[in-house]
């Protein structure tokens, strides 16, 4: 069964951090190019982050770059999002995504975790 875990969200004050993990089970973890989307109240569903199947390469959003960092740990099944800097607009639910970084095959998203920056 194909599971996408994700954990560490909750209420931080603006300029803070937070760490976003997300656990995968029931595919080859190290074979899936991995996203972080968000998507708030009111707006579609944005990319945040990606990064390669062996984590060679990684890309961001504008709106985040230099404030969030997208890593993985392919012996752990885990991805990660460090957020630091933090800012109310940044408030959203978070999901992780699972793509195939070669050929055909399924998506796999998680169930998303809350984020709220908030004073």
């Not at 996408?4 to 937070?18: K, N, R």
């Not at 997208?70 to 959203?92: C, F, G, H, W």
Request: glycine share 10%; aromatic share 10%; proline share 3%.
């Amino acid at each position: 069964q194909v599971q996408l875990v994700e954990s560490g969200g909750g209420l931080v004050q603006p300029g803070g951090s937070l760490r976003l993990s997300c656990t995968a089970s029931g595919f080859t973890f190290s074979s899936y190019v991995m996203r972080w989307y968000r998507q708030a109240p009111g707006k579609e569903r944005e990319l945040v982050a990606v990064i390669t199947a062996i984590g060679s390469s990684t890309n961001y959003a504008d709106s985040v770059r230099g404030r969030f960092t997208i890593s993985r740990d392919n012996a752990k099944n885990t991805v990660y999002l460090q957020m630091n800097r933090l800012k109310p607009e940044d408030t959203a639910v978070y999901y992780c995504h699972a793509r195939p970084s070669v050929g055909l095959g399924n998506d796999y998203w998680g169930q998303g975790t809350q984020v709220t920056v908030s004073s």
